[in-house]
């Protein structure tokens, strides 16, 4: 299941094509919210461990909440999202 997640992840960095070029201050940069995914991805995989979760979790709302991926790859990251359990 873990290596599921860490594709998952890279196939939305890989999907990544676009984000905004606003310089507001307020905005996300989607290069590093990504690489911050991508690396979250891989610590999780090598450790699940609660805190690894909850900032892989992080990472990949981060990416939603900053429309560094819009349409079916945020569906998709929605649900890598949804399907883990850092609760306990």
Known sequence: ??????????VVAIGFTSCSDDDDGGAINCPEAVQSAADAA??????????????????????ITG?????????TTQAL???????E
């Open 1 to 10: 299941m873990k290596k599921l997640m860490l594709l998952m992840a890279v």
């Open 42 to 63: 891989s610590a999780y995989a090598g450790d699940d461990s609660l805190a690894n979760c909850q900032f892989y979790k992080a990472s990949l709302q981060a990416l």
């Open 67 to 75: 429309e560094c991926v819009t349409g079916v790859q945020a569906t």
């Open 81 to 87: 999202i949804d399907s883990l359990i850092c609760d």
